[in-house]
């Protein structure tokens, strides 16, 4: 897909003096809310698959139905956010919206991811609806099930219950979207990869730490968004929450290991556009979006971890029974927020390798 | 397939006038403070008097394994076969910046549309101009002489069928380019004081300035 | 003579344009632009033409070739081969990015194209007929009033001779200033003239020298036509050395294999050092100093104490390197030259620093000699048409003698005995009502000096005429304004000095005709002249219908006719030798050439009057000129660039874009000139790049900004600003350099002293 290029630059020592490319193409917030939103879609519909499994099979009336709700909220919201900000940054919307026309190169991770985007969150839809309607979901009660509230007042309940169900797949067929929707869901790797192929900025040029940072951090937020909304409507974390939040945990622990790592190549590097990053992003006005980084994903571990773990061995502290779903809205708020801030650090710290007038 | 076309730069003769980025805009009747297709940048060093300033003319360089090519997602850019010139085509162009991340030398230029335009040899005229255009002739052939080329004041700057170009340059040009210099991109002559350390460099007889940095 | 195509079998006159292009076309073209997308070009029905232009950006005619198609100029680039285009034989024309950038001007909405004259206090729009008849009647009353000898004809770029017979034969004023002498490089200007050197001191025999010293010349930016960088590429490419000697880095000294940061206003002691050498290891040329130089016996005394090491205190430069380099330039001579120019010739002190100079032209024995200082011919122009028609003009002027001369009040001004007038006396002498009014044809005076008198002295002034394309403070405050067509939109003989080319022996001349009409109601100036004239009763005078028609007298000795030399833009003439000194002599008091003016009776009363040697000798900065001190620490002086030349340019956009570009200030939004600094003064005063500053000198602060441009490409203590901005200028952007300056000129030439001591102020908020 990308040719086999190697970027020689020898320094030697006549003239030798870098010209800086203008390296600002996407600092534009659209843009690493795109690349976030994706990710963040396929957590929750990971969430929303994985607890609707877990639904199934257990009578036990925890939080696992609202929680799979929410995931697919999570879902529907992120990837439908995600394509929203990609397409405002368009230059022609029309181009964008017809992207089956016009985005036909097979070959760039952005016609892929086009497409994995616009097919989770249409699977996402299907799930979410097959999750809010039909007559099984009368029966169920929860703040995550409002549009049947919203369709009730319309007088269109029961047609749409109805509806619903006529169309429902058999067990089968549904985990087989979910099968395939959760290929889709990892599948958002690509928004890392769309950075991680191109070989001109250093930032970016990791082929494996920046796409697994981008989707385990992606992930976390999504699992951590789901895990939160869900937390917070329910006021109550069960063990089917904790055990999520380990999970959000654990994610946010292997995506911070993955950002670390990434952030010792750069600060080792010895490309000139590796330093003039490293620069930007500890001592420009990027280091602040460098610190929320690291706070986001270290809160989110410790939170996930933390409260999470206490959850699941059953340490029914006051203290833990009072402040559990604050702490874990608040951490995994602070998590998306620095996940979120991760992409904008990448996007505007980004540094195109210069061109060297070499004597 | 024809020859692939190739741009060749001497810094020694170029007196960094910039005739060639206007000389650019004149011919494709772009706007002085958009679409620079051709950039003139003075690159410069050290303190007085020990100062230095060295002009740079650059454009797209019509690369041979064409970056931008491979990561335009709407297949807008074509690099042809005939002469190995990357035109857009800005009937398909998305505006999504992703060329000009993967070119090396900055030159996709976006407009007012939010679309890509850029050289194109002169193959054609103003933005997205040469698209679908036949082969290109050279000059002799009956072929438009590229605008910067036709306007270099110094004679720096020369395009043309491969081997046509690398017959001109200086053996020293010729040899680097061969080696890999500015990987086969663009063919530059060394600056006439820092050649002979440049092949004392690569013959290990002098160590290298700082850095040598592979990626 | 070359045979040029004529393209697609088209005759080229500007009517045959207008059939072709049909006048509707041609009237709706002016602004017209394609769009972007299909190549035009490959549309067949369209009508695609070649015309020729003469470059008129610099004035230096280097010759344009335009694509037009549909009426509408497209694309322009050079002319191969061209004299002062290309490198000579064989070898591309091109276009400079102000040459490029005439296509620009050729179609800028911001010209002037409409006559405007003033009444009730404002300036409104006439037509041609009420403008002129406004303007002759203006002049009628002023003559009455004041008499016409207190006119002053301040005409420069105009590209015919026709003013100086319609202001000096017919209206009879004696008051003329020229460029050369009094604002552009008087002191050189008047050393080369005495010496013998004539004042094309600007270049050297490019392709044929080993040896190039560029003093105080930026060759690679400031040329007087492209054949001049490309002559010394080539020089360089067989082996030339090139040496610079500036105060700061350019283009020239990054080629160079010497570059010399001088100490500013040195540069006469660094001379003397190099004459003192070159005297003492005898590589002088004996034989033409024995035959043909006069005064060496002074020359030799004045140097003889001025050894490298007296100099290196003196310029800063390295005893050891002086040596080597006059040795190099005695030792390569005669195939040795020296090209000077603003950077010698625009400070108090530069007569005799550019004295010191030329006189290591007469040392070595370079002059008119292959790769030395050549002699350039011209072709021969017959400068009086009117002789050519058999009219008989009147001499109006003949009996007059212009002010400097005629009243006690200048008797303060040494310069006087050599020249007529000086640009900082004029704003005295319109105070004492010895100039009453003046015209202006494509110049502009308040960029030459003593901007604030003379924006005063223009109030005063009670008709104010000018012929121009863009709106300034002069053009604002004349009384009458006639818009010029531009170069491409005329035809064009060029005939002012077609000499200096790529063609090292070759006489040359260089024609256009209009590409196509003026834009709106543009007349050339010819044209405007002979409506002015004929308003004014001097219509017989003027029997040649048009430029054309004119410039064919001016070829009455030439084998060409204008529409000759037109349809191939240039040709080829006569062959003239080298050392044509040996039948001729030098046009000198001696005949000879002169190290020392003593025989010059003006000179010499010049001299005694300031108490000054006739003789080359060391005249330290400051003498007349101004010294930094504690109040003004820093030297300030005007550069030029490659971008613009004089202020005509600065209105372009492609220009102020690439200017801005190569500074690296094109995303701010500020498009004015770069107020160059060191950065060890821009720390002292918290000074970096992007801040507005202004200038401070004894004469005053600028109300104009520049914005600091922080580089280790100027001296410490040495900051320069970009000459043809601000206020008085077309683009008032930026900062007017000579705002700030009073009174001060070189005592013997008049030149415009535009060195100043001078401090820099970062001004609230950029």
């Known amino acids: 897909m990308f040719p086999d290029t190697t970027i020689a630059v020898v320094l030697a020592q006549g003239f030798a003096e870098p010209y800086w490319l203008p390296s600002d193409y996407w600092s534009e917030l659209s843009l690493p809310v795109y690349l976030f939103l994706a990710v963040v879609a396929g957590g929750g519909f990971l969430t929303g698959v994985t607890a609707s499994l877990l639904d199934s099979r257990t009578d036990a009336g925890g939080l696992e139905g609202e929680l799979s709700r929410w995931g697919f909220w999570v879902a529907v919201a992120g990837g439908a956010g995600s394509g929203l900000a990609v397409l405002s940054h368009q230059a022609i919307l029309l181009r964008g919206l017809l992207f089956p026309i016009y985005m036909q190169n097979f070959e760039s991770w952005m016609t892929i991811g086009t497409w994995i985007l616009v097919s989770l969150v249409v699977v996402s839809v299907v799930a979410l609806v097959f999750a809010l309607f039909g007559d099984e979901a009368s029966a169920l009660e929860g703040a995550s099930l409002f549009p049947r509230a919203i369709v009730a007042k319309l007088g269109l309940l029961e047609t749409v219950d109805r509806l619903v169900d006529r169309v429902r797949p058999p067990k089968n067929g549904l985990v087989a979207l979910y099968a395939v929707g959760s290929v889709l869901a990892l599948a958002t790797v690509y928004t890392g990869f769309e950075l991680a192929v191109v070989e001109t900025v250093p930032l970016w040029n990791m082929p494996v730490v920046v796409p697994a940072a981008f989707l385990l951090t992606g992930l976390a937020s999504g699992v951590g968004l789901a895990v939160a909304v869900t937390a917070l409507f329910a006021r109550d974390v069960d063990t089917v929450i904790g055990g999520y939040a380990v999970a959000t945990g654990l994610l946010s622990a292997l995506g911070l290991a993955f950002v670390w790592y990434g952030w010792t190549e750069i600060a080792t590097s010895d490309a000139p556009a590796a330093a003039v990053t490293y620069v930007a992003l500890s001592e420009g006005s990027l280091a602040i979006g460098s610190w929320l980084v690291v706070l986001g994903l270290a809160v989110g571990l410790l939170a996930g971890l933390g409260v999470g773990g206490a959850t699941l061995v059953d340490r029914r502290l006051p203290l833990l029974e009072r402040a559990a779903v604050p702490a874990l809205v608040g951490s995994f708020g602070l998590l998306v927020i620095g996940s979120l801030a991760f992409r904008i650090v990448m996007l505007y710290g980004a540094q195109e390798h210069p061109v060297v007038v070499v004597g | ?215 | 003579m070359s045979e040029r195509e004529r393209s697609g079998g088209f005759d080229l006159t500007r009517r045959s344009v207008l059939q072709t292009a049909g006048a509707a076309a041609v009237a709706t073209s002016l602004g017209g632009c394609l769009s972007g997308g299909d190549d035009p070009a490959a549309e067949s029905d369209i009508a695609e033409e070649t015309a020729y232009g003469n470059c008129w950006m610099c004035h230096h005619a280097c010759g344009q070739q335009l694509t037009v198609r549909d009426g509408t100029a497209v694309d322009i680039t050079g002319v191969d081969e061209h004299p002062r285009g290309s490198a000579g034989p064989g070898t591309d024309g091109t276009l400079c990015p102000k040459g490029q950038s005439e296509l620009e001007k050729l179609y800028d909405p911001d010209r002037i194209t409409q006559p405007y004259i003033r009444e009730d206090g404002d300036l409104r729009e006439a037509d041609w007929d009420e403008a002129f008849e406004y303007a002759a009647r203006r002049l009628e009353e002023f003559d009455e009033e004041h008499g016409a000898e207190t006119f002053l004809d301040a005409t420069s770029w105009s590209t015919t001779n026709v003013h100086s017979y319609f202001w000096g034969n017919l209206y009879g004023t004696p008051e003329r200033i020229g460029r050369g002498r009094h604002v552009c490089f008087g002191g050189p200007h008047l050393s080369g003239n005495l010496m013998g050197l004539g004042t094309n001191m600007r270049f050297v025999d490019y392709q044929h020298s080993d040896y190039i010293i560029a003093w105080g010349r930026n060759v690679f930016e400031s040329f007087a036509g492209q054949w001049e960088p490309k002559g010394v590429l080539e020089a360089l490419d067989d082996g030339a050395t090139l040496v610079v000697v500036d105060p700061q880095h350019t283009p020239t000294a990054q080629k160079a294999d010497h570059w010399l940061p001088i100490e500013p206003r040195t540069d006469g002691a660094l001379a003397l050092a190099m004459g003192h050498v070159i005297v003492e290891e005898e590589l002088y040329d004996e034989a033409f100093v024995e035959e043909q130089t006069h005064g060496f016996d002074a020359y030799r005394e004045a140097v003889d104490d001025k050894t490298p090491e007296w100099a290196e205190d003196v310029t800063g430069i390295d005893a050891g390197l002086i040596r080597e380099i006059a040795i190099g330039f005695a030792e390569a001579a005669p195939a040795a030259g020296i090209a000077a120019w603003t950077g010698v010739g625009q400070y108090a002190e530069s007569q005799k620093a550019s004295q010191n100079i030329f006189a290591l032209h007469g040392l070595v024995g370079n002059i008119d000699r292959p790769g030395g200082f050549r002699m350039w011919q011209g072709p021969p122009l017959q400068p009086n048409p009117f002789e050519e028609r058999g009219i008989d003009l009147p001499t109006n002027a003949a009996e007059e003698t212009p002010a400097l001369r005629k009243y006690d009040e200048y008797d303060e001004y040494p310069f006087r005995h050599t020249t007529g007038i000086g640009h900082t006396v004029v704003p005295e002498m319109v105070d004492n009502g010895h100039i009453m009014g003046m015209v202006n044809h494509y110049d502009n005076p308040l960029t030459d000096g003593s901007t604030q008198a003379w924006l005063e002295a223009i109030e005063q002034m009670d008709l104010v005429i000018t012929i121009d394309a863009y709106w300034n403070e002069l053009t604002r405050n004349a009384d009458i304004v006639f818009p010029e067509a531009i170069q491409l939109e005329k035809d064009t003989l060029i005939d002012y000095a077609p000499s200096w080319s790529a063609y090292e022996d070759r006489t040359w001349l260089t024609a256009s005709r209009a590409v196509h009409e003026p834009m709106g109601e543009c007349k050339s100036g010819y044209e405007i002249y002979r409506g002015l004239a004929e308003e004014l009763g001097w219509g017989e005078y003027f029997p040649w219908e048009d430029e054309a028609e004119y410039s064919d007298d001016l070829l009455a000795n030439v084998d060409y006719t204008f529409d000759e030399i037109a349809d191939q833009n240039f040709v080829l003439l006569d062959e003239f030798e080298y050392e044509q000194w040996e039948d001729g002599g030098f046009p000198t008091a001696t005949g000879k050439f002169q190290f020392d003016l003593d025989e010059e009776g003006g000179y010499a009363q010049s001299a005694e009057e300031l108490g000054i040697d006739t003789a080359p000798e060391w005249i330290p900065p400051g003498t007349w000129g101004e010294e930094p001190d504690d109040e003004y620490p820093l030297h300030f002086y005007d550069t030029r660039s490659v971008f613009f030349s004089f202020g005509a340019d600065q209105p372009l956009e492609h220009l102020q874009e690439q200017y801005a570009r190569k500074h690296d200030l094109e995303n701010t939004e500020y498009r004015g000139n770069y107020l160059v600094i060191n950065p060890r003064d821009a720390e002292e005063r918290g000074i970096e790049t992007g801040d507005m500053v202004t200038v401070e000198a004894r004469a005053g602060e600028a109300d104009d900004e520049a914005m600091a441009y922080v580089s280790e490409r100027t001296r410490p203590g040495f900051v320069t600003a970009e000459f043809g901005f601000g206020t008085g200028n077309s683009h008032e952007e930026g900062m007017n350099t000579m705002t700030v300056h009073d009174m001060q000129h070189d005592p013997v030439s008049s030149q415009v002293d535009r060195h100043l001591a001078a401090e820099v102020r970062k001004n609230g908020g950029d």
């Open chain 2, 1 to 215: 397939m024809g020859e692939q076309w190739l741009f060749y730069f001497d810094p020694n003769r170029c007196i960094g006038c910039h005739a060639c980025s206007v000389a650019c805009k004149q011919r494709h009747d772009l706007e002085a403070d958009a679409d620079d297709w051709r950039t003139v940048t003075h690159v410069s060093k050290g303190e007085y008097p020990d100062f230095e300033q060295v002009p740079v003319s650059m454009s797209c360089m019509h690369c041979h394994d064409s970056p931008c090519e491979s990561v335009c997602p709407a297949n807008a850019i074509e690099k042809r076969e005939e002469d190995g010139i990357v035109t857009v085509n800005r009937d398909r162009c998305i505006g999504c910046h992703y060329c000009a991340w993967a070119c090396p030398y900055g030159a996709p230029t976006y407009d007012d549309t939010g679309l890509m335009s850029k050289c194109n040899l002169c193959l054609g005229e103003g933005p997205g101009g040469g698209h679908g255009q036949p082969e290109r002739k050279t000059p002799e052939e009956g072929g438009s002489e590229p605008a910067c080329v036709a306007d270099c004041v110094g004679d720096a700057i020369k395009a043309g069928p491969k081997s046509e170009v690398m017959a001109e340059a200086s053996d020293r040009a010729a040899e680097r380019f061969e080696a890999g210099a500015y990987e086969g991109r663009v063919i530059v002559e060394p600056m006439e004081e820092d050649a002979d350390i440049a092949e004392s460099i690569r013959e290990g007889e002098t160590a290298s300035g700082t850095v040598t940095y592979e990626g």
